[in-house]
């Protein structure tokens, strides 16, 4: 331990002047160990400044631009990982592990974070920090109204129909979460009302379905891998309900595990379930004399007639 | 020892008890809400809904209460009797530890893909294979401490083997899995998985009853036992294969739900005496109450994730256990 807090006096004595000399220069050997951060890189870095990713950046289980970052070596998050490529930035986020960002400041490289993002404005922002530490302002801002097109291409108006988003271990998304503000977005209204700072509420299974949602979206992550976890999703109960009485999208867990532009994919998702559910609705109304929805109460629009 | 209360009046009075808190687990939800007032709102608008939701979800989980409550109660006074052993429990002695590992390694490794009944049978046999183990280890000459000793090793071993095998899994959730095998859980289980445990279970229970006899003979020692016709092999083969059965198959479906073996048979004894096999009906139908009291218990908190059933069972289970040891300790000679 000694020796290494040696190494490390000496490795700050090394590099800090080497960082106060140039701090205009964009960074050319870049160093990821987050997964949130890989995936804003791969869209933001300049061709070949990107050293080294977080080791899920490359897995296409968590990871969007998986099959962009083949090429790159994986670290682990730990400093002696970053250390040999002897980075002129590194990317993490605000909830990485204290000690290594840390160690990283007293060594004297610099670090940018990115923030976990709990809304669109969020998104950009994380964007733009990233962007601004790599010197790439002007590509950010691509990226950002890339993102802002494709979400306004997602949005729904109106009362549309209600929903849940319901992952593994029986979590659902509360509104203030991002995938609950892509619900609303999309047109959807959240059968989930209650809030709180995490962004998720564990409903069972019978509460699911008392709450009489018509869209189950459920949140898939690395299907082929057996948990417990996952085996909820497939309660006979769930599946009844969801052949029955409700419509059902699967979402990716990697588009959403971090909140980054790619939520858009969720959000394009979500809106053709939305029209797909609206026009079913149209056509239905078309030959029904009974007054229109009257949301949760009215028996034919929810029961077995919809399939 | 004093006359103990009518043996069928216990027996009645437990069944009693166990179908009343069946009844209120059916018809008690989250957070003590009650199943009339839910449901009048519910099926006023589909009726279906409402009985999808008592037949697949409230149903299935009272009735894997009941059938692991009686599970562990059983066994749990029949180990007791073989061994000669008031410490004696499968939680504690390894056959649940076992059974988790056994359920963990098909569940995880994908062999279950095939058909969920993989589950069961890996349990079965991982039950079976560290009851084996300790019987090799203290079985001829089981006192306290050999006894204990050798499960308490096993249990170590196997739950490190479990996380082991879940930290090397594939499964994003590995950390949380443990949670479930080592606690335990009724939540949210299915009438699917009732109906595969109902088969290893029934054979479990009616070989753990056959031993009653011999478990009564034994208990004046295993010379005696021989002397008045006991194959002591056979009835350690039955007992020791019922309970890895019925304890296999209960544990992978609902994780390692501890104590309820160990606690049961002492509240019963007081009751019905201490005669190995009048223990035994009572033990059943006490498990089952109280697994189901426990279960009751954990829907209480509103919001989060339901507390795990193992959680309150050793609340329960292991300040009883502390006692017992006391207790033990003072009539040692």
């Known amino acids: ?307 | 020892m004093k006359r103990h209360i009518d043996a069928w009046a216990v027996n009645l009075s437990l069944a009693a008890l166990a179908a009343l808190l069946f009844a209120a687990s059916i018809y008690v939800g989250r957070g003590g809400e009650l199943l009339a007032d839910k449901f009048e709102t519910i099926s006023a608008v589909d009726r279906d809904i409402a009985w999808l939701i008592l037949t697949e979800v409230r149903l299935p989980r009272a009735l894997l209460g009941l059938l692991v409550g009686a599970t562990l109660g059983l066994t749990g006074a029949g180990l007791q009797g073989l061994l000669r052993n008031p410490l004696a429990e499968p939680g504690l002695i390894g056959a649940s530890g076992g059974a988790a590992l056994g359920a963990v390694l098909v569940f995880y490794s994908g062999l279950a893909a095939g058909t969920a009944m993989f589950v069961p049978i890996g349990g079965v046999i991982g039950a079976v294979a560290a009851l084996a183990v300790l019987y090799l280890l203290a079985g001829r000459n089981p006192s306290i401490v050999t006894i204990i000793l050798a499960g308490v090793a096993i249990s170590a071993f196997t739950g490190a083997l479990t996380s082991l095998a879940l930290n090397l899994s594939p499964s994003p959730y590995a950390a949380l899995e443990i949670v479930f095998w080592m606690l335990g859980s009724l939540t949210d289980r299915s009438m699917t998985q009732v109906w595969f445990v109902l088969p290893f279970m029934g054979v479990g229970w009616l070989l753990v009853a056959s031993t009653w006899r011999a478990l009564d003979a034994l208990s004046l020692g295993e010379d005696t036992a021989a002397t008045l016709g006991f194959s002591m092999r056979s009835v350690t083969a039955r007992a020791i294969l019922g309970t890895g059965l019925a304890v296999g198959a209960a544990v992978s479906v609902t994780g390692v739900v501890g104590f309820v073996g160990l606690v049961v048979p002492h509240l019963m004894r007081p009751l019905v005496g201490q005669r190995p096999a009048s223990l035994l009906l009572p033990s059943a139908l006490g498990g089952a109450a109280l697994v189901l009291a426990a279960d009751l218990f954990v829907r209480i908190p509103v919001n989060g994730p339901e507390l795990k059933l193992g959680v309150v069972t050793s609340l329960i289970g292991a300040p009883f256990f502390l006692w017992l040891i006391l207790r033990t300790r003072r009539e040692a000679p």
Not at chain 1, 200 to 210: K, S
């Open chain 1, 1 to 307: 331990m000694r020796g290494f807090a040696v190494c490390v006096v000496l490795l700050s004595g090394l590099v800090l002047p080497a960082h106060a000399e140039a701090p205009q220069r964009p960074p050319e050997r870049i160093v990821s160990i987050n997964l949130c951060s890989d995936i804003l890189a791969a869209d933001l870095a300049a061709p070949g400044t990107l050293k080294s990713v977080f080791r899920l950046g490359r897995d296409p289980g968590d990871s969007p631009v998986a099959h962009r970052l083949q090429h790159i070596p994986p670290n682990d998050g730990r400093l002696e990982d970053i250390l040999p490529f002897a980075p002129d930035l590194v990317l993490a986020h605000e909830w990485s592990s204290p000690f290594t960002l840390d160690l990283i400041r007293r060594i004297g490289i610099p670090l940018a974070t990115v923030k976990d993002a709990r809304s669109f404005a969020d998104i950009r922002e994380n964007i733009r920090t990233v962007a601004a530490a790599l010197g790439r302002e002007k590509r950010g801002e691509t990226v950002i109204a890339e993102f802002d097109a494709a979400m306004e291409d997602a949005r729904r108006e109106g009362e549309g129909p209600t929903a849940i988003l319901y992952q593994d271990l029986g979590s659902a998304a509360t509104p203030n979460s991002i995938l609950g503000r892509i619900l609303a977005h999309t047109g959807f209204r959240n059968v989930v009302t209650a809030e709180n700072e995490v962004g998720l509420v564990y409903p069972g299974i019978e509460d699911v379905i008392v709450l009489r949602p018509e869209l189950l979206a459920l949140g898939v992550y690395r299907p082929d891998a057996p948990s417990q976890a996952r085996a909820l999703l497939e309660h006979p109960a769930l599946r009844l309900y969801r052949e029955r009485y409700a419509s059902e999208v699967h979402l990716p867990a990697r588009d959403w595990t971090c909140s980054t532009r790619f939520v858009a994919g969720i959000a394009a998702r979500l809106a053709a379930a939305h029209d797909a559910m609206t026009d079913e609705r149209r056509e239905q109304h078309s030959h029904l004399t009974l007054p229109p929805w009257e949301g949760q109460t009215v028996e034919d629009g929810l029961g077995r007639g919809r399939r």
